[in-house]
């Protein structure tokens, strides 16, 4: 950009701060337009992906609604559906982290631009990270995922599936001592498979959601709000 260009958009930002919009129309960017389209079309996609998640934890939460309504009818009503609302929410965690690797992709991108572009176009005192080019633009060449699926279950058994899965287990719990007219563990028998079988596999399974979800991990989707501290630094 020419002098006499950033001259002009001093005077269109009425001297109030030189600094702002300085380096954000940089020719060594290319097309300032294009640039412009490329974040909006970045930022429309991941919006795309996060509804998608959403969408799928809101399926999980009404089938969660459901099972419940229904296994805690009757005392007739067999205990082990609970256990399959179970097997149904884990398909939906699994369809969620999958969508969240792909969502994941998108924001990485959305990021890497605010992070490079524009907190640099507002405030030019920040310096870019080194080989942000490069690696953005491999990502537009191939676009590969940035995280594993077993950090994407984790990170959505954190924010979503862990509770839910918490509350069936505790429902089914409830409802195979407290609801049933025989003692347990002979309550939570299914079939031919003894109750004490079955209570060990249902606490085996909610064990190992619990170790995935909070083992400690070096996490690679970036700039997530995982800290409980989330007041800026500026405040």
């Known amino acids: 950009m020419t002098d006499a260009t950033d001259d002009a958009v001093d005077d269109t930002l009425g001297g109030a701060d030189p600094g702002v919009g300085r380096g954000l129309l940089d020719t060594e960017m290319g097309p300032s337009g294009a640039m412009a389209h490329l974040y909006r079309g970045e930022v429309h996609r991941m919006k795309l992906w996060r509804e998608r998640l959403d969408r799928t934890t809101n399926w999980a939460v009404l089938l969660l609604a459901a099972i419940l309504t229904w296994a805690f009818t009757t005392q007739s ?51 870019p990270t080194d080989g942000w080019r490069e690696r953005l633009a491999a990502d537009y060449y191939q676009p590969t995922l940035k995280i594993s699926a077993e950090e994407a279950i984790a990170h959505r058994l954190r924010r979503v599936y862990l509770p839910l899965f918490a509350i069936l287990n505790g429902a089914w719990v409830v409802r195979v001592t407290a609801f049933s007219s025989v003692s347990w563990p002979a309550s939570a028998a299914i079939g031919m498979v003894p109750g004490a079988v079955v209570t060990a596999t249902v606490a085996v399974a909610f ?29």
């Open 77 to 127: 009503n067999p205990h082990y559906v609970l256990l399959i609302g179970n097997l149904a929410v884990g398909l939906f965690l699994v369809i969620e982290a999958r969508r969240y690797r792909a969502y994941d992709m998108w924001r990485s991108r959305v990021r890497t631009l605010q992070r490079n572009v524009w907190a640099l176009g507002l405030d030019p005192t920040r310096e």
């Open 207 to 235: 064990a190992c959601g619990l170790v995935v979800a909070v083992r400690p991990r070096t996490w690679r989707a970036r700039d997530e709000l995982r800290q409980e501290n989330l007041r800026s630094p500026h405040e």
